[in-house]
């Protein structure tokens, strides 16, 4: 009796180890992104893109100008400024200057704002588009949680947050 128990026993621990489903990660569902042909972007939007990279991977640090830590106002301002470009340090005045463009429109060296509170449209991230190819606008930007990185308007999250472009140069 005690050896069919643990036989019994060992049965059903073995079994109910295994679980009766399988799950497969789902892929985060991306946009495409119209766009028409962009012109050929100047060598100063490209050397602003350049400097903009070589903070890639930089901690995210709220006021923020240097490699020790930036936010995404900072970087902008800090790449514009790199090429005797005075820009407005705040977002928030960021969004008002420059001219206004279509999202269609955009090229290498514009400024691409978002929206990423919940339940908000009012502008409180900024980033600088990198490149530009039919169904997608990369840009790079300071992310609170990952610091400095290149993202994607065709990913979902920023997909849904872009608010407006605006063009410096």
Not at 96 to 109: A, C, M, P, R, Y
Not at 121 to 130: A, L, P
Not at 147 to 164: H, L, N
Request: proline content about 2%.
């Amino acid at each position: 009796m005690k050896r069919s128990l643990s036989l019994l026993l060992l049965i059903l621990l073995v079994s109910s180890c295994k679980s009766g489903k399988s799950y497969t990660a789902k892929k985060q569902p991306t946009r495409t992104i119209e766009v028409n042909n962009p012109k050929p972007a100047s060598n100063e939007a490209k050397a602003i893109v350049n400097y903009a990279m070589t903070f890639d991977g930089t901690r995210y640090k709220y006021g923020g100008t240097t490699k020790r830590g930036m936010d995404c106002s900072g970087l902008i301002y800090t790449s514009f400024k790199k090429h005797n470009i005075a820009l407005p340090r705040t977002t928030s005045d960021l969004k008002s200057t420059g001219d206004w463009i279509d999202l269609k429109e955009v090229n290498v060296g514009d400024l691409v704002f978002f929206a990423t509170k919940k339940n908000s449209r009012k502008v409180n991230h900024v980033g600088i588009v990198t490149n530009v190819r039919t169904g997608n606008v990369e840009f790079i930007h300071a992310s609170s949680s990952k610091g400095v990185m290149v993202s994607s308007i065709a990913e979902k999250y920023w997909y849904f947050a872009f608010v407006q472009a605006r063009r410096i140069l």
